[in-house]
């Protein structure tokens, strides 16, 4: 069992920065892939980054490529999402998630993942 915190969310202009971080408790979190999702108001979950365990293989989605950046620390047992250059259409609600198992076709998808946050509501504002 996994139990994970988001934090840093919170309203932002457009083109500025927030750093979210994940925070994980229960078995070893190297162990875990982990990944950022996001949903807005009226759309489907979309997936934002994520960070394979063993290596850090990083991977992104095509409207995050270049202004969003993944890390992790294992000692810390915390994930990372720099996220740089916000556009409006980034506003949603961000949400990690981590499981064991995952081979790369599967990390961009949500229903793959079994331990999911609760969520940080991010805004931009023009």
């Known amino acids: 069992q996994v139990q994970l915190v988001e934090s840093g969310g919170g309203t932002v202009q457009a083109g500025g920065s927030l750093r979210l971080s994940c925070v994980a408790s229960?078995?070893?979190?190297?162990?875990?892939?982990v990944g950022w999702f996001r949903q807005a108001p009226g759309k489907e979950r979309e997936f934002v980054a994520a960070?394979?365990?063993?290596?850090?293989?990083?991977y992104y989605g095509d409207s995050v490529k270049g202004r969003f950046t993944i890390s992790r620390d294992n000692a810390k047992r915390t994930v990372y999402l720099q996220m740089n250059g916000l556009k409006i259409e980034d506003t949603a609600v961000y949400y990690c998630a981590a499981d064991r198992g995952l081979i790369t076709s599967s990390i961009a998808i949500g229903a793959h993942y079994d331990y999911w946050g609760q969520g940080t509501q991010v805004t931009v504002s023009s």
């Open positions: 229960g078995r070893t979190f190297s162990d875990y892939s």
């Open positions: 960070i394979k365990r063993y290596g850090g293989s990083t």
